[in-house]
Protein backbone atom coordinates (compact mmCIF):
# COMPACT_ATOMS: atom_id res chain seq x y z
CA UNK A 1 0.00 0.00 0.00
CA UNK A 2 1.57 3.60 -0.82
CA UNK A 3 1.10 6.58 1.35
CA UNK A 4 -1.21 8.98 -0.10
CA UNK A 5 1.10 10.95 -2.37
CA UNK A 6 -0.64 14.76 -2.85
CA UNK A 7 -2.95 16.75 -0.45
CA UNK A 8 -3.46 19.18 -3.78
CA UNK A 9 -6.61 20.34 -4.89
CA UNK A 10 -7.96 18.38 -7.77
CA UNK A 11 -6.67 18.99 -11.09
CA UNK A 12 -10.50 20.67 -11.88
CA UNK A 13 -12.43 23.19 -11.38
CA UNK A 14 -13.28 23.69 -7.64
CA UNK A 15 -16.86 23.35 -7.16
CA UNK A 16 -17.11 26.63 -5.69
CA UNK A 17 -15.69 28.05 -8.54
CA UNK A 18 -17.27 30.55 -11.25
CA UNK A 19 -16.24 30.20 -14.77
CA UNK A 20 -13.73 32.61 -16.11
CA UNK A 21 -15.24 36.08 -16.92
CA UNK A 22 -15.73 35.68 -20.97
CA UNK A 23 -12.40 36.55 -22.86
CA UNK A 24 -12.77 40.06 -24.67
CA UNK A 25 -11.83 38.42 -28.16
CA UNK A 26 -14.95 36.53 -27.63
CA UNK A 27 -18.12 37.57 -28.86
CA UNK A 28 -21.46 37.60 -27.17
CA UNK A 29 -23.52 34.90 -27.92
CA UNK A 30 -21.17 32.26 -28.65
CA UNK A 31 -18.75 30.00 -26.90
CA UNK A 32 -17.07 27.05 -27.14
CA UNK A 33 -15.63 24.21 -24.79
CA UNK A 34 -14.01 21.04 -24.54
CA UNK A 35 -14.38 18.36 -22.56
CA UNK A 36 -12.23 14.65 -22.24
CA UNK A 37 -14.50 11.24 -21.52
CA UNK A 38 -14.27 9.62 -18.52
CA UNK A 39 -14.60 5.73 -17.75
CA UNK A 40 -16.32 4.56 -14.46
CA UNK A 41 -14.24 2.65 -11.76
CA UNK A 42 -17.42 2.10 -10.63
CA UNK A 43 -20.52 1.74 -12.32
CA UNK A 44 -23.72 3.41 -12.45
CA UNK A 45 -26.17 1.29 -14.30
CA UNK A 46 -29.79 2.48 -13.47
CA UNK A 47 -31.86 5.52 -12.66
CA UNK A 48 -34.21 6.10 -9.72
CA UNK A 49 -35.91 8.61 -12.11
CA UNK A 50 -35.83 8.62 -15.41
CA UNK A 51 -37.38 12.17 -15.78
CA UNK A 52 -34.96 13.83 -13.37
CA UNK A 53 -31.84 11.62 -15.34
CA UNK A 54 -31.02 10.82 -11.31
CA UNK A 55 -28.76 7.63 -11.33
CA UNK A 56 -30.02 4.99 -8.54
CA UNK A 57 -26.30 3.76 -7.61
CA UNK A 58 -23.25 6.20 -7.06
CA UNK A 59 -20.25 6.00 -9.44
CA UNK A 60 -16.83 6.81 -9.68
CA UNK A 61 -14.73 7.72 -12.85
CA UNK A 62 -11.28 8.82 -14.19
CA UNK A 63 -11.49 11.97 -16.60
CA UNK A 64 -9.59 10.95 -19.68
CA UNK A 65 -7.32 13.21 -21.84
CA UNK A 66 -6.80 13.16 -24.95
CA UNK A 67 -10.27 11.53 -25.75
CA UNK A 68 -12.36 14.51 -25.69
CA UNK A 69 -15.29 16.58 -27.07
CA UNK A 70 -15.03 20.18 -28.85
CA UNK A 71 -18.41 21.91 -28.86
CA UNK A 72 -18.89 25.22 -30.12
CA UNK A 73 -22.40 27.47 -29.27
CA UNK A 74 -23.78 29.97 -31.29
CA UNK A 75 -27.02 31.51 -30.36
CA UNK A 76 -28.48 32.90 -33.67
CA UNK A 77 -30.39 35.48 -33.99
CA UNK A 78 -31.27 34.73 -37.29
CA UNK A 79 -32.10 31.14 -36.89
CA UNK A 80 -35.66 29.89 -36.14
CA UNK A 81 -34.84 25.97 -34.88
CA UNK A 82 -31.66 24.68 -33.17
CA UNK A 83 -29.10 22.62 -35.35
CA UNK A 84 -27.14 20.65 -34.21
CA UNK A 85 -24.08 18.68 -36.03
CA UNK A 86 -21.67 15.66 -34.57
CA UNK A 87 -18.65 14.94 -36.65
CA UNK A 88 -19.58 17.59 -39.58
CA UNK A 89 -23.24 15.33 -40.15
CA UNK A 90 -26.46 16.77 -38.93
CA UNK A 91 -27.56 14.40 -35.96
CA UNK A 92 -29.96 12.10 -35.64
CA UNK A 93 -33.39 13.64 -34.55
CA UNK A 94 -32.96 11.61 -30.96
CA UNK A 95 -30.06 13.04 -30.52
CA UNK A 96 -30.48 16.91 -31.52
CA UNK A 97 -33.90 16.25 -29.13
CA UNK A 98 -31.23 15.91 -25.74
CA UNK A 99 -29.12 19.04 -27.12
CA UNK A 100 -32.03 21.11 -27.58
CA UNK A 101 -33.43 19.99 -23.86
CA UNK A 102 -30.49 21.37 -22.49
CA UNK A 103 -30.29 24.32 -24.72
CA UNK A 104 -34.06 25.20 -23.13
CA UNK A 105 -32.17 24.74 -19.34
CA UNK A 106 -29.77 27.37 -20.47
CA UNK A 107 -32.31 29.63 -22.43
CA UNK A 108 -35.12 29.31 -19.32
CA UNK A 109 -31.75 30.14 -16.71
CA UNK A 110 -30.35 32.92 -18.89
CA UNK A 111 -33.87 34.42 -19.78
CA UNK A 112 -33.27 34.37 -23.82
CA UNK A 113 -35.25 32.74 -26.81
CA UNK A 114 -32.87 32.39 -29.66
CA UNK A 115 -32.02 29.41 -31.05
CA UNK A 116 -28.27 27.99 -31.35
CA UNK A 117 -25.84 26.25 -33.80
CA UNK A 118 -23.99 23.21 -32.03
CA UNK A 119 -21.10 22.11 -33.73
CA UNK A 120 -19.68 19.13 -32.07
CA UNK A 121 -16.14 17.09 -32.77
CA UNK A 122 -15.29 13.95 -31.23
CA UNK A 123 -11.95 13.08 -30.85
CA UNK A 124 -12.28 9.54 -30.31
CA UNK A 125 -15.03 6.84 -32.28
CA UNK A 126 -18.57 7.97 -31.67
CA UNK A 127 -21.25 5.74 -30.35
CA UNK A 128 -18.97 2.65 -29.53
CA UNK A 129 -18.92 2.93 -26.01
CA UNK A 130 -16.49 5.22 -25.32
CA UNK A 131 -18.29 7.59 -23.66
CA UNK A 132 -18.81 10.24 -26.43
CA UNK A 133 -22.60 11.00 -24.40
CA UNK A 134 -20.10 12.14 -21.13
CA UNK A 135 -17.92 14.56 -22.77
CA UNK A 136 -20.36 15.37 -25.26
CA UNK A 137 -22.69 17.04 -22.41
CA UNK A 138 -20.20 18.36 -20.58
CA UNK A 139 -18.83 20.27 -23.85
CA UNK A 140 -22.32 21.48 -25.09
CA UNK A 141 -23.43 22.23 -21.49
CA UNK A 142 -20.28 24.83 -20.11
CA UNK A 143 -20.24 26.18 -24.18
CA UNK A 144 -24.16 26.51 -24.05
CA UNK A 145 -24.03 28.40 -20.71
CA UNK A 146 -20.80 30.98 -21.38
CA UNK A 147 -22.67 31.65 -24.76
CA UNK A 148 -25.86 32.71 -22.95
CA UNK A 149 -23.62 34.70 -20.57
CA UNK A 150 -24.09 32.90 -17.40
CA UNK A 151 -21.76 32.30 -14.87
CA UNK A 152 -22.49 28.92 -13.26
CA UNK A 153 -20.40 26.96 -10.22
CA UNK A 154 -19.03 23.39 -11.39
CA UNK A 155 -21.72 21.94 -9.67
CA UNK A 156 -24.23 23.79 -11.50
CA UNK A 157 -22.79 23.26 -14.50
CA UNK A 158 -21.84 19.39 -13.73
CA UNK A 159 -25.72 19.15 -12.23
CA UNK A 160 -26.94 20.65 -15.79
CA UNK A 161 -25.11 18.06 -17.42
CA UNK A 162 -25.89 15.02 -15.42
CA UNK A 163 -29.62 16.48 -16.03
CA UNK A 164 -28.56 15.40 -19.55
CA UNK A 165 -26.50 11.87 -19.44
CA UNK A 166 -25.70 11.49 -15.54
CA UNK A 167 -22.17 10.17 -16.93
CA UNK A 168 -21.62 13.90 -17.97
CA UNK A 169 -21.61 15.38 -14.45
CA UNK A 170 -18.55 13.78 -14.10
CA UNK A 171 -16.39 14.98 -16.83
CA UNK A 172 -16.58 18.63 -15.62
CA UNK A 173 -14.35 17.28 -13.58
CA UNK A 174 -10.71 16.29 -13.59
CA UNK A 175 -8.99 13.24 -11.99
CA UNK A 176 -10.84 11.10 -10.08
CA UNK A 177 -14.73 11.94 -9.36
CA UNK A 178 -17.51 10.57 -7.42
CA UNK A 179 -21.44 11.12 -9.15
CA UNK A 180 -23.28 9.98 -5.86
CA UNK A 181 -26.76 8.18 -6.23
CA UNK A 182 -29.80 10.38 -6.51
CA UNK A 183 -33.08 10.80 -5.19
CA UNK A 184 -36.11 13.28 -6.43
CA UNK A 185 -36.73 16.05 -3.53
CA UNK A 186 -33.11 15.96 -2.64
CA UNK A 187 -31.40 19.14 -4.70
CA UNK A 188 -29.57 18.86 -7.53
CA UNK A 189 -27.57 16.53 -7.74
CA UNK A 190 -24.56 17.16 -8.76
CA UNK A 191 -21.05 15.25 -8.96
CA UNK A 192 -17.73 15.93 -6.31
CA UNK A 193 -13.94 15.76 -7.57
CA UNK A 194 -12.35 13.37 -5.44
CA UNK A 195 -8.75 13.10 -6.26
CA UNK A 196 -6.23 15.19 -8.98
CA UNK A 197 -5.16 13.70 -12.28
CA UNK A 198 -1.84 13.70 -10.54
CA UNK A 199 -2.66 11.72 -7.76
CA UNK A 200 -1.83 8.48 -9.14
CA UNK A 201 0.55 7.71 -12.51
CA UNK A 202 -2.02 5.39 -14.03
CA UNK A 203 -2.56 4.76 -17.87
CA UNK A 204 -5.72 3.20 -19.73
CA UNK A 205 -5.14 1.24 -22.47
CA UNK A 206 -8.38 0.65 -24.13
CA UNK A 207 -8.37 -2.34 -26.92
CA UNK A 208 -11.09 -1.23 -29.93
CA UNK A 209 -12.88 -4.79 -30.77
CA UNK A 210 -15.64 -3.69 -33.26
CA UNK A 211 -16.51 -0.88 -35.40
CA UNK A 212 -19.50 1.43 -35.74
CA UNK A 213 -21.81 2.20 -33.29
CA UNK A 214 -23.37 0.23 -30.90
CA UNK A 215 -26.47 -1.60 -30.99
CA UNK A 216 -28.23 -0.73 -27.89
CA UNK A 217 -27.39 2.88 -26.10
CA UNK A 218 -26.71 2.51 -22.25
CA UNK A 219 -29.89 4.68 -21.14
CA UNK A 220 -32.27 2.10 -23.29
CA UNK A 221 -30.08 -0.79 -21.94
CA UNK A 222 -30.13 0.27 -18.13
CA UNK A 223 -34.08 0.72 -17.93
CA UNK A 224 -34.30 -2.43 -19.28
CA UNK A 225 -32.18 -4.27 -16.73
CA UNK A 226 -33.72 -1.95 -14.01
CA UNK A 227 -37.41 -3.28 -15.55
CA UNK A 228 -36.45 -6.65 -16.04
CA UNK A 229 -33.49 -8.29 -14.39
CA UNK A 230 -33.87 -9.77 -11.45
CA UNK A 231 -30.24 -9.03 -10.11
CA UNK A 232 -30.59 -5.32 -10.26
CA UNK A 233 -32.15 -4.96 -6.45
CA UNK A 234 -28.74 -6.80 -5.61
CA UNK A 235 -26.96 -4.24 -7.48
CA UNK A 236 -28.52 -1.56 -6.17
CA UNK A 237 -28.20 -2.48 -2.66
CA UNK A 238 -24.45 -3.48 -3.04
CA UNK A 239 -23.50 -0.23 -5.16
CA UNK A 240 -22.38 2.08 -2.27
CA UNK A 241 -19.54 -0.36 -0.52
CA UNK A 242 -18.57 -1.33 -4.34
CA UNK A 243 -18.10 2.20 -4.66
CA UNK A 244 -16.75 2.71 -1.27
CA UNK A 245 -13.84 -0.22 -2.40
CA UNK A 246 -13.12 1.46 -5.17
CA UNK A 247 -12.53 5.15 -3.65
CA UNK A 248 -10.23 3.50 -0.95
CA UNK A 249 -8.13 1.58 -3.07
CA UNK A 250 -7.86 4.80 -5.08
CA UNK A 251 -6.81 7.00 -1.96
CA UNK A 252 -4.45 4.38 -1.04
CA UNK A 253 -3.06 4.45 -4.12
CA UNK A 254 -3.69 -0.07 -4.16
CA UNK A 255 -3.78 -2.00 -7.60
CA UNK A 256 -4.87 -4.56 -6.16
CA UNK A 257 -7.54 -3.93 -4.45
CA UNK A 258 -8.55 -1.54 -7.44
CA UNK A 259 -8.71 -4.01 -9.51
CA UNK A 260 -10.70 -6.39 -7.61
CA UNK A 261 -12.99 -3.80 -7.37
CA UNK A 262 -13.21 -2.28 -10.36
CA UNK A 263 -13.44 -5.67 -12.29
CA UNK A 264 -16.10 -6.62 -10.04
CA UNK A 265 -18.04 -3.53 -10.50
CA UNK A 266 -17.77 -3.92 -14.47
CA UNK A 267 -18.53 -7.58 -14.69
CA UNK A 268 -21.89 -7.53 -12.15
CA UNK A 269 -22.98 -4.60 -14.41
CA UNK A 270 -22.36 -6.58 -17.47
CA UNK A 271 -24.06 -9.24 -15.74
CA UNK A 272 -27.34 -6.72 -15.17
CA UNK A 273 -27.28 -6.36 -18.73
CA UNK A 274 -27.30 -10.15 -19.91
CA UNK A 275 -29.85 -11.28 -17.54
CA UNK A 276 -32.14 -8.38 -18.93
CA UNK A 277 -35.14 -9.18 -20.85
CA UNK A 278 -34.28 -8.95 -23.77
CA UNK A 279 -30.67 -9.77 -22.64
CA UNK A 280 -28.21 -7.39 -23.90
CA UNK A 281 -24.91 -8.69 -25.08
CA UNK A 282 -22.29 -5.83 -25.31
CA UNK A 283 -19.43 -8.26 -25.51
CA UNK A 284 -17.52 -9.36 -29.15
CA UNK A 285 -15.16 -12.21 -29.43
CA UNK A 286 -11.93 -9.66 -29.30
CA UNK A 287 -13.68 -8.08 -25.63
CA UNK A 288 -13.74 -11.99 -24.25
CA UNK A 289 -10.20 -12.24 -25.58
CA UNK A 290 -8.66 -8.85 -24.44
CA UNK A 291 -9.90 -9.66 -20.19
CA UNK A 292 -8.49 -12.66 -20.53
CA UNK A 293 -5.35 -11.72 -22.08
CA UNK A 294 -5.64 -8.97 -18.91
CA UNK A 295 -5.70 -11.86 -16.59
CA UNK A 296 -2.82 -13.70 -17.85
CA UNK A 297 -0.80 -10.31 -17.52
CA UNK A 298 -1.45 -10.00 -13.88
CA UNK A 299 -1.32 -13.21 -13.18
CA UNK A 300 2.30 -12.89 -14.39
CA UNK A 301 2.45 -9.70 -11.74
CA UNK A 302 1.41 -7.07 -14.51
CA UNK A 303 -0.42 -4.23 -12.66
CA UNK A 304 -3.49 -4.08 -14.93
CA UNK A 305 -7.29 -4.63 -14.73
CA UNK A 306 -10.13 -4.47 -17.28
CA UNK A 307 -13.08 -2.72 -17.34
CA UNK A 308 -16.07 -2.35 -20.18
CA UNK A 309 -19.01 -0.11 -20.44
CA UNK A 310 -22.09 0.02 -22.75
CA UNK A 311 -20.22 -1.56 -25.88
CA UNK A 312 -17.35 -3.88 -26.95
CA UNK A 313 -14.45 -2.57 -26.23
CA UNK A 314 -12.06 -3.29 -23.25
CA UNK A 315 -10.72 -0.33 -21.12
CA UNK A 316 -7.47 -1.71 -19.53
CA UNK A 317 -6.17 0.19 -16.47
CA UNK A 318 -2.53 -0.10 -15.52
CA UNK A 319 0.64 1.65 -13.65
CA UNK A 320 1.99 3.92 -16.27
CA UNK A 321 5.24 1.62 -16.16
CA UNK A 322 3.53 -1.60 -17.42
CA UNK A 323 1.87 0.28 -20.21
CA UNK A 324 3.91 -0.97 -23.25
CA UNK A 325 3.51 -3.97 -22.09
CA UNK A 326 -0.29 -3.75 -21.59
CA UNK A 327 -0.63 -2.66 -25.17
CA UNK A 328 2.00 -5.18 -26.53
CA UNK A 329 -0.44 -7.89 -25.41
CA UNK A 330 -3.21 -6.18 -26.57
CA UNK A 331 -2.19 -5.79 -29.87
CA UNK A 332 -1.40 -8.96 -30.30
CA UNK A 333 -4.92 -9.80 -29.40
CA UNK A 334 -7.35 -11.96 -31.68
CA UNK A 335 -10.41 -9.36 -32.47
CA UNK A 336 -8.44 -6.31 -30.98
CA UNK A 337 -8.43 -4.11 -34.43
CA UNK A 338 -6.42 -1.21 -32.66
CA UNK A 339 -5.45 0.06 -29.26
CA UNK A 340 -5.86 4.11 -28.32
CA UNK A 341 -3.76 5.28 -24.57
CA UNK A 342 -5.06 7.57 -22.36
CA UNK A 343 -4.37 9.35 -18.80
CA UNK A 344 -6.12 10.95 -16.51
CA UNK A 345 -6.97 14.43 -17.36
CA UNK A 346 -8.77 17.62 -16.87
CA UNK A 347 -11.96 18.57 -16.15
CA UNK A 348 -14.18 20.91 -19.05
CA UNK A 349 -12.80 24.02 -20.24
CA UNK A 350 -14.38 26.90 -21.91
CA UNK A 351 -12.16 27.22 -24.64
CA UNK A 352 -11.11 30.95 -26.55
CA UNK A 353 -13.08 31.52 -29.77
CA UNK A 354 -15.74 31.93 -32.18
CA UNK A 355 -16.47 28.70 -34.45
C1 LIG B 1 -21.97 2.00 -18.80
O1 LIG B 1 -24.42 8.39 -18.71
O2 LIG B 1 -24.72 7.32 -20.96
O3 LIG B 1 -20.97 4.10 -19.20
O4 LIG B 1 -27.61 9.11 -17.94
O5 LIG B 1 -28.95 7.76 -19.52
O6 LIG B 1 -27.26 9.36 -20.40
P1 LIG B 1 -27.64 8.43 -19.27
O7 LIG B 1 -26.57 7.26 -19.26
P2 LIG B 1 -25.01 7.31 -19.50
O8 LIG B 1 -24.59 5.89 -18.90
C2 LIG B 1 -23.26 5.51 -18.75
C3 LIG B 1 -23.22 4.07 -18.36
C4 LIG B 1 -21.85 3.45 -18.34
C5 LIG B 1 -21.30 3.39 -16.93
C6 LIG B 1 -20.77 4.69 -16.38
O9 LIG B 1 -20.26 5.53 -17.14
O10 LIG B 1 -20.86 4.87 -15.15
Given at each position: ?????????PNSMNPAQKHEPRPKSMSAGQ?????CANIAMAKYWGKSDADLNLPAVPSLSVTLEPLSTETSVVFDPSADADVFSLDGQTAPPAERARVVAVLDRVRHQAGIGLR????????????????????GFAALSAAATAAAGLS??????SALARSASA???????????KLPAGRPGQGDLAAQPLLPASHWDLSVVVAITARGRKAIGSRTAMNLSRDTSRYYPAWVEGAEASCKRVAEALAARDFRALAAAVEESSLAMHALAMTSSPPVLYWQPGSVAALHAVRRLRDAGVPV???????PHVKC????????????????????????????GPGVRVTLGAP
Open positions: MNPPKSTNPARARAARVESVNHFPTGAGLASSASLSAAALSAARSVFGGFVCATMDAGICERDARDRVRRALSETPGVHETLVAVP
